[in-house]
């Protein structure tokens, strides 16, 4: 996934092992590098991965599953003279101590590939199939064959991670669109066709065009200020046309206690002083992209990585609960320092007063990477700003004092200073391979109903190609022992113990097969698993006549912030009022007992299926208790007031509850595989998925063909909101 650098070098692949004399070869042997180097490498790697902001990849295959049905090999596509990182993208270096085991580079193509050739024997891990599947036709059943079928080419390695506005998503969302028809549906998206396309695509700031001006001197960008990257939280404008416009201290940014004047900032530029943090600077999930991560720990700095024995076990919910119980206790009572970098602020003070900029005094302390990055072209939902709203530059101490004549620590409220002039456009385009929700309906059977609908969803997106490239056997061998959740476990160092535990399992996979690049974030769990029940779903239902309606929904863009599930409610296709009930899955290919607390066959986490409507949780109840012998084992600690992990307000149900809809999200859990480049097709569990798929859709069917829908209770104010 992605490519390394250290020393200015790429490593063509990462392997790890305590005793070199495991390995059955020199070949084998002349790839090896530490576990250090990989947990190095680990740490970067979740300090970047899920971020908001993805810029393109180079294009590593044009041949796919559902088109000359002739996949391209692994190795192919994940060797790092083929995958490369967008020169946007920030490089992550691997730190390797020369003091465990040593890094060997140089390993000719050659030797790789005659290590690519060799036959497996038998599998490494105890929940693996095989590496591919043959395709075969698909029944109305809902059967395990069925879903290897589908899965094992929508995750395939061509399909490059299905990164939403990217061709791997867009060729996925063909596929969808295809079945679709092809099992006689009706089209429900814009125009009479499956698809609602999302406003989705690259944009970014010309830096040639880019100008501040301080009563005639040019101010230097990325030194002395850089534009505010516009966005729907923060409400700046995506222009700046401003000539010759007095600047008007306003105070410190979100101090909303204190008002401004519009006799003192109409037509004016609001200077305020912030923090990089609360100026939107600084980079996290959600926040201003990944640089700034990526710059907190480069070289090392300001960062260790802890033991794994003192990382809190949060397996599971109840532990979930009782770790964030005493951090937030610890925090109140300020036994930790906590996380006090804080989040963006929205202060509409300067738009109120009628200022026409904004200018933050934010710029010294800001991340290095956040800086550098700011010309780049980032993908993300076009930007539409109010007709009133001001644009907005952060700038230096320096900077705010040639305006003033003084330091801004000296200003008062009121005080001006120097004109600006100011000229900036943060330019939009629609992505070449467009964004876009998948919709279809099967008409209810009962005319008095029909008009209401039964909603079943699941996302289509993952996350693409990382820039690093792993051994997928050794990545999956640390994470199976040191981050059982994937990426919901920080990368922690392992004991001597567990050390044993990983260089075992290596040193096992070795004697079975040779190290493979990996690169690709195939997202065979989340979500293809529920993608591929979702098409499961609707094949049996359109051999079928429920009463009510049913609409199918493949969501776009869940990872980039539930993009296409928000669109879908704030622009429906079909009333929303209509909805009776919604069910959304998501990562459904996991649930064995040794991956997942409470875990076995028949598990299925069930979460806020009596949020709105007590009634539909009933109706889930009931109807699994009427289905022996496929009765499935629900958990439901997860759906509790804690809301450990923040696991209800991370997928598409929350934009279904923010409009009153009753929905419930199934899913089998979090695993070692989670946002790792070895969720793929070969880990799934088939018959688990199956008889997921079959419990989904009975519950469709009951609440489709029961007299009265679910009665609606309101919002349990017990439970948390989720705010998007």
């Excluded at 395709?135 to 589908?150: E, G």
């Amino acid at each position: 996934m992605y490519s390394h650098a250290h020393s200015g070098q790429r490593i063509s692949a990462i392997a790890f092992t305590s005793d070199p004399g495991d390995l059955d070869s020199d070949a084998h042997r002349s790839i090896l590098v530490s576990t250090r180097a990989t947990i190095d490498a680990l740490e970067n790697l979740s300090k970047v991965e899920g971020r908001s902001a993805q810029a393109p990849v180079t294009t590593v295959c044009s041949v796919g599953p559902y088109e000359e049905r002739r996949p391209c090999s692994h190795d192919a596509l994940a060797r790092p003279s083929v995958v490369t990182a967008h020169p946007s993208r920030p490089r992550i270096q691997i730190h390797v101590s020369r003091t465990i085991y040593s890094l060997a580079l140089g390993v000719s193509l050659a030797v790789a590939a005659a290590a690519s050739a060799q036959t497996e024997t038998k599998p490494v891990w105890p929940d693996e199939g095989p590496m591919k599947w043959k395709p075969r036709p698909t029944s109305r059943d809902i059967t395990a064959n069925d879903l290897r079928t589908r899965l094992y080419g929508f995750a395939d390695d061509s399909m490059q991670g299905r990164r939403i506005g990217e061709p791997g998503n867009y060729k996925g969302t063909e596929y969808i669109a295809r079945e679709f028809k092809r099992f006689g549906l009706k089209p429900a998206g814009e125009n009479g066709t499956y698809f609602q396309n999302l406003p989705y695509g690259p944009m970014h700031f010309d830096s040639a065009a880019s100008k501040l001006i301080v009563a005639g001197t040019a101010l230097r960008t990325k030194t002395d200020w850089i534009p505010v990257i516009p966005s729907a939280t923060n409400g700046i404008n995506t222009k700046a046309d401003i000539q010759n416009v007095q600047t008007v201290f306003a105070g410190r940014w979100g101090d909303t206690a204190s008002a401004l004047d519009p006799a003192e900032f109409k037509g004016k530029i609001a200077v305020f002083i912030a923090t990089p943090a609360s100026a939107g600077l600084t980079s996290g999930r959600g926040g201003g992209g990944a640089g700034a991560a990526a710059d907190s720990t480069a070289g090392g700095r300001g960062s260790r990585v802890p033991r794994c024995d003192s990382v809190p076990n949060k397996f599971g919910a109840e532990a979930a609960a009782a770790v964030e119980a005493q951090q937030r206790a610890d925090s109140a009572a300020g036994r930790t320092r906590g996380n006090r970098a804080g989040v963006a602020i929205r202060d509409h003070r300067a738009e109120r007063a009628g200022a026409v900029g904004i200018l933050l005094v934010a710029l010294d302390s800001a991340p290095r990477n956040t800086v550098n990055q700011i010309f780049n072209t980032r993908n993300g939902m076009q930007v539409v700003p109010g007709t009133e709203a001001p644009a907005a530059a952060a700038i230096t101490r320096s900077a705010a004092a040639t305006i003033f004549a003084k330091p801004v620590d000296q200003l008062t409220v009121g005080t001006t200073g120097q004109p600006v002039s100011a000229s900036w456009s943060y330019d939009w385009e629609m992505s070449k391979t467009p964004a876009r929700n998948v919709i279809a309906i099967l008409p209810g059977s009962d005319p008095a109903r029909a008009s209401e609908y039964v909603l079943v969803g699941a996302h289509n997106d993952h996350v693409g190609i990382n820039a690093t490239v792993f051994d997928h056997d050794s990545i999956r061998a640390v994470n199976t022992i040191t981050r059982p959740q994937g990426n919901n476990d920080p990368v922690c160092r392992p004991t001597a113990e567990q050390q044993h535990k990983i260089d075992s399992i290596i040193a096992r996979a070795r004697s079975i097969r040779p190290p493979r690049r990996d690169s690709i974030m195939n997202g065979a769990d989340d979500d293809g698993s529920g993608t591929v029940i979702l098409l499961e779903i609707a094949e049996k239902f359109a051999s079928e006549k429920p009463a009510r309606s049913i609409i199918f929904v493949s969501h776009e863009g869940e990872e980039s912030g539930l993009l296409g599930s928000k669109w879908f409610t704030d622009h429906p296709t079909i009333p929303l009022t209509s909805i009776v009930a919604a069910h959304n899955m998501d990562m459904e290919a996991k649930g064995r007992v040794d991956q997942v607390k409470f875990g076995g066959p028949s598990s299925i986490q069930t979460l806020g299926s009596r949020r709105l409507s007590r009634e539909f949780g009933d109706i889930i109840d009931s109807v699994n208790a009427s289905r022996y012998p496929e009765v499935m084992a629900i958990d439901k600690t997860w759906d509790v007031t804690a809301n450990p992990m923040n696991r209800f307000c991370r997928s598409d149900q929350v934009n279904y509850v923010l409009h009153d809809i009753p929905v419930t999200y199934f899913s089998t859990g979090y695993a070692q595989d989670y946002h790792q480049v070895t969720d793929e097709p070969q880990y799934a569990d088939y018959d688990h998925m199956a008889r997921i798929g079959r419990f989904i859709h009975d519950v469709m069917w009951a609440v489709a063909n029961r007299k009265d829908k679910p009665a609606i209770a309101g919002p349990d104010p017990s439970y948390p909101a989720c705010r998007r």
